[in-house]
Structure formats: C-alpha cells, structure tokens
C-alpha cells in the first residue's frame, strides 16, 4: 500500500470534504498564544477550496471529559480561522448530526464548517471500537469524503482518526505527506554530522527515540528538565530539581550504549539554580558538580541550562548538517530561563541543512521568542506523533490512509 493523496479523491468540484486537523492550540482563557497550527493548515484548506470543495473542519482541543467544557471550545479557533480565511468561515456547537449537515449544506464551495470539538463527545476516544464507529458513521453523514491531514493525532486509535477514514473515501493530506518527508529524511541517510537535541520535563517521554535513534546520530544534546536525571546518573547532587529516580540505572544503561557507538553526549556545565518555580525567583549560575552550593543550597531547582553550556550548545549545533529538536533547554516562559532555549533556537538559524523543530512545546517556544517559521527548515506539528515515528512505532492514522 501507498499512502493515499488528495489526487486519489478524484474531482471535488461540488463535494463536501470532512477534514481532521490538528488545530489544538494553547489558550491564555480565550487567547491563543501560539496559533502556528492554525496557519499551518491553510495550504491545505486552499487546496481543497481550488478543487472547488465545501469544507467540513473537526479537530480536538485539550482533554475534555468526554462532555462540553466551555474551556475547551474551538470559538477561538473559529475567530482565528476567520481572520485567516478568504472565504467564509460558519463555527457549529455541535460535533456531528443534523446542525453540521445542515450548515455544510447552505455554504458555498471554499467555504468552511468548523465543527465543536471532537472529544466532547466520548465516543471519539473510546477503548471501544464499536462506539469509535458509531461516532465515525455520525460524522460520515455530513461529508462525500475525508481528508486526514492532523498528524499531531495519528498516533492516536479514535473515530476521527481511524473510523472516520475507513467510512468514506478518505486520504491524506498535504501536512501529514511533508511530515512524513522530513521524518524520512531523519532516518534514512541524513546528511552529517547528524545532532539530536532533546530537552522537556521528563526523560522517561523520551526514552524510545534515544533508543531508536542512537545508532544513526553523532551527537546527543541534552537539556531541560530531563537533563536532571542524567546528571543524576553520572554522580550529581540536583537540589530539588525535577528527577526521576526510577530511571536513573536506565539512563546509565544508555550512556554506556552511547559511548560504545561513538556517540558524543553532549551536557550541560552549568545550570541557572533558583530558589522558586517562579518568573521572579532569585537565581545563580553554578557548575554542574555544585548545583547545591548556591543560598538556597539543596532546595533550589534548575530552571534553565547555563551560559557557558547554552554557548556551547549553540555552537555544536550550528556546525550540525542535520538536526531535530524536541523540547526546551528550560522554563521558557519566564524570560529570565528562557536563555538556553534561545541558543538552540539561533543555533538552528545559523546551520546549513536541514533544521527541524519537533512540535509542541518547541514550536511554541521559537514563536514566543521571537523568530519566524521560514527561519528553519521545519517546524513540526506532531509533537508525540513525530517521536513514535522516529522510534519506528506503527502510527493507526498513517495506517488508516494506506501508509506505509
């Protein structure tokens, strides 16, 4: 099987298309502070509206319980896309049934319906595969076809994503083929030398990817609160840090693979230690082996990695041919921590080759700090999906439109 594109659908001129996005953005109340999947889905929307189709939009919006959560509208989606789109743009409250088909009905081709989200309807995540597909059919009653083009939720087994497909002639879309390009070309020949970043909270979410993509990079750059544990394991005191015991013999276990391919792993010398998680918090820059000599001694926690480290991190990867990033080097949102995730950023702007940036909370980060998307090579939307790719998990939404 091949992956089916929009090409397969055959004319839309007159059709009504249904497609899953990934339009999950972060909220502040009802302020989008990040809309990069939003904008992101544009090229696809214009391709379906040049093919002369009506438009049925769904997507999922943080984790409801199953049931509607004002918190949790698409509203805001709504009045985003609206500045964004030539054409119409109609929100429906409802996720499925009559209002959608009604609404879809009375637009004109390039027109959209963004439907309510998906997940307030509890079918849509159901362990249950007979409620996932009575959920599909509702859907499927509003559209002539599907487009799947949310790679943020392939990862994922739900009615929008795997049922929906397999209800109507469906495919996928422009967003899901360029991923899958950029993810391909991580993994099978990648030009070198090849630099994997990693930072986030935890290092147990990134386990998998280290394991699968340690026999293909030259180096491994860690920061962020998942360095803690690292550290941890090669003998420091942390202070209060964020730190998974439990991992600790894993970690050592995975320097030691490191070592014996010749993989570089490259880590902090220094870390911004403050005495609060707060914007505020007093702070001071301290080695790596006195993380506890600082005024608050055992209780001040790392926020952000050092500036000697975020000089070198800038530098290792600048020199890169091939680099994908996931996750911050610290507390990004509060300015004064913000500084080594700055550099791996800028790093990224200054290479020659090709620049990815992995999703979520990256993505966010570089727009918050300042750069523009055309500024690397690539800027993710699948976050979680993007790592069970890389660590060569079979991903049920890529299955769903004929992938592989």
Not at 131 to 151: H, K, N, P
């Amino acid at each position: 099987m091949t992956l089916r594109t929009l090409d397969s659908l055959g004319s839309l001129t007159g059709k009504t298309v249904g497609v899953r996005l990934d339009l999950n953005v972060p909220l502040d109340g009802q302020r989008i502070t990040d809309d990069g999947r939003i904008r992101a889905a544009i090229p696809t929307l214009a391709d379906l509206a040049e093919r002369g189709a009506r438009i049925v939009v769904w997507s999922h919006l943080g984790r409801p319980e199953g049931a509607p959560d004002p918190r949790y509208s698409l509203q805001p989606v709504a009045a985003r896309l609206t500045e964004l789109w030539p054409h119409s743009v109609v929100f429906v409250d409802q996720t499925a049934g009559q209002a959608v088909t009604d609404a879809a009905a009375a637009i004109e081709p390039g027109d959209i319906v963004l439907a309510e989200n998906l997940r307030f309807d509890p079918r849509e995540t159901s362990k249950a595969e007979s409620d996932r597909q009575a959920f599909a059919t509702e859907l499927a009653a509003s559209i002539d076809c599907f487009v799947s083009d949310g790679f943020g939720v392939v990862h994922r087994a739900q009615a929008s994503v795997v049922e929906l497909a397999g209800a109507v002639p469906s495919s996928s879309g422009p967003l899901i083929a360029t991923e899958l390009d950029v993810l391909q070309r991580l993994t099978e020949s990648p030009a070198r030398p090849y630099t994997v970043v990693l930072g986030g909270s935890k290092v147990s979410d990134k386990l998998g990817v280290i394991d699968a993509l340690l026999p293909l990079v030259d180096r491994l750059v860690i920061g962020g609160g998942m360095v803690f544990t690292v550290l941890a394991a090669q003998g420091h005191a942390v202070g209060s840090s964020l730190l998974e015991t439990d991992q600790i013999e894993t970690v050592k276990n995975y320097l030691a693979k490191a070592a014996a391919q010749g993989v570089e792993v490259v880590l902090p010398t220094d870390i911004v230690m403050a005495e609060s998680f707060s914007a505020g918090a007093d702070h001071v820059t301290l080695a790596v082996d006195q993380l506890e000599a600082g005024p608050a001694g055992a209780s001040a926690l790392g926020l952000d990695i050092g500036p000697a480290s975020a000089a070198h991190f800038r530098e290792v990867i600048a020199q890169s041919a091939t680099v994908f990033w996931n996750g911050p080097m610290g507390v990004f949102e509060f300015e004064p921590f913000s500084h080594g995730t700055r550099a791996v950023a800028q790093g990224l702007v200054e290479m020659s080759g090709l620049s990815v940036v992995g999703g979520g909370d990256s993505a966010a980060a570089v727009r918050q700090l300042g750069f523009q998307d055309d500024q690397f090579g690539h800027i993710s939307t699948g976050g979680g999906a993007s790592l069970e790719f890389l660590e060569g998990k079979n991903l049920p939404g890529l299955e769903a439109v004929g992938w592989p």
